[in-house]
């Protein structure tokens, strides 16, 4: 089946006529069917040239192996996808780091409206995470690792074999309009995972995955959450945070204006037990509506997802300044809040603002579950009972 598909490889490292279209008041394009097999061919032009550059991917579909396209580059670059890139099905290549990684690039653009496409549904029942601590992950569909200044826009990303988007030492990167879906038994399909980065915008999203639909990891800050549909999937978390021993922290996130279709959490807070002092701070949950959500509101400081085998003992991560406010609509669970604390470094400064949850099912109304938590509670708070 992949060979009646135009296969992506090894890019050739010249130049000549015909590759690129130039024009002094235009940015020049570099258009990739140009090049015959190629991978990085094109991107090495582009980010050579002196000026706004841009990679071209025309309307078709594509089979695209492990690429990096790596600056710094002369000038703004931008990777204008048209057609549909298809990932790999070979199983020697599941395993890699990563299916296509941008790196080291100042004012990158990657827009389009073209589809990613990482054929998760040949990878996936070699996922072992689930049974085995010692499992070799499938690689993120597309990862960012050192970009600044930077944005993704309407781009569509399908059946990742794990993590749709990945990022790692970004600063002032937009994600916008983008649409990333895979079924909901699909393991470890994050949307979108962040992690030592700051000033991240997520805006006007859709994501429908199999794990979380947003994860933000240690050393994130200044990470803005606005208009977002998210579910099925985990919700939107923050954490795990602990797990490494060593001194971790997230802080200052917003997720606001922002629906959850059926997701099995809403917004949560995820910590390990018998870990190093770190924190979660300074954070702002506001006007998010849930639609037979599972656990709306959750803070786990005795995360564990796989049972067995995980430390006993009390997280050492001190959550801290969190507001939940004007978080309505109804839940599969009775316990529609849940703020589970550690005992040994309890919840500070906990507000609720606004609250108003339905439990849809039968045998009584919504409940709160809280323990080790200290703060606050104004207006209508439903179901009430924990500050």
Same mark, same amino acid.
């Given at each position: 089946m992949e060979s009646h598909v135009p296969i992506l490889l090894a890019f050739f490292f010249f130049f000549f006529s015909g590759k690129c279209l130039v024009d002094a008041a235009y940015p020049a394009y570099f258009d990739v069917t140009k090049y015959g097999a190629i991978a990085d061919g094109p991107w090495k032009d582009a980010c050579?040239?002196?000026?706004?550059s841009r990679v071209w991917i025309p309307q078709g579909r594509y089979l695209l192996s492990r690429v990096e396209f790596q600056g710094p580059c002369k000038g703004p670059i931008a990777f204008l996808l048209k057609g549909t890139l298809l990932a790999t099905t070979d199983r020697n290549y599941f395993y890699d780091e990563s299916w296509i990684t941008f790196e080291y690039v100042n004012r990158l653009a990657v827009k389009g409206h073209g589809t990613f496409n990482g054929q998760g549904r040949f990878a996936w029942p070699y996922n072992y995470c689930k049974r085995s601590s010692q499992?070799?992950?499938?690689?993120? =569909? #597309?990862?960012?690792n050192f970009v600044t200044n930077s944005y993704i826009?309407?781009? $569509?990303?399908?059946?990742?074999? !794990?993590?749709?988007?990945?990022?790692?030492?970004?600063q002032d990167f937009n994600i916008t309009n983008v649409n990333l879906i895979a079924p909901s038994t699909s393991p470890n399909t994050d949307g979108i995972r962040i992690g030592g980065s700051s000033r991240i915008r997520i805006s006007n999203s859709n994501i429908a995955t199999g794990d979380d639909c947003i994860a933000i990891l240690t050393g994130s800050q200044y990470i803005d959450i606005s208009e977002?549909?998210?579910?099925?999937?985990?919700?939107? =978390? #923050?954490?795990?945070i602990g797990w490494s021993h060593k001194h971790e922290y997230v802080n $200052?996130?917003?997720?606001?204006? !922002?629906?959850f279709f059926g997701s099995d959490n809403g917004v949560r807070i995820k910590t390990w037990a018998r870990s190093a002092y770190s924190e979660v701070a300074n954070i702002v949950y506001r006007n998010l509506k849930m639609?037979?959500?599972?656990?709306?509101?959750?803070?786990?400081?005795h995360y564990c997802p796989n049972g067995?085998?995980?430390?006993?003992?009390?997280?050492?991560?001190?959550?801290?300044?969190v507001t939940f406010m004007n978080?309505?609509?109804?839940?599969?669970?009775?316990?529609a809040v849940q703020l589970i604390c550690s005992e040994a470094m309890p919840c500070k400064n906990i507000k609720l603002i606004d609250i108003n949850l339905s439990y849809n099912g039968r045998g009584g109304g919504a409940k709160s579950a809280c323990s080790n938590v200290y703060g606050s509670a104004y207006g209508t708070v439903l179901p009430g009972g924990c500050l």
């Open positions: 050579s040239y002196s000026g706004k499992c070799r992950s499938l690689p993120p =569909s #597309i990862t960012f826009a309407n781009i $569509h990303s399908v059946d990742s074999k !794990s993590v749709h988007i990945n990022m790692f030492g970004c977002v549909s998210c579910g099925p999937g985990h919700g939107i =978390s #923050i954490g795990s $200052h996130v917003w997720v606001r204006d !922002s629906t639609i037979n959500v599972v656990n709306p509101i959750i803070i786990d400081q067995p085998g995980c430390q006993s003992g009390e997280s050492s991560v001190q959550i801290r300044d978080i309505y609509g109804d839940t599969r669970t009775r316990e």
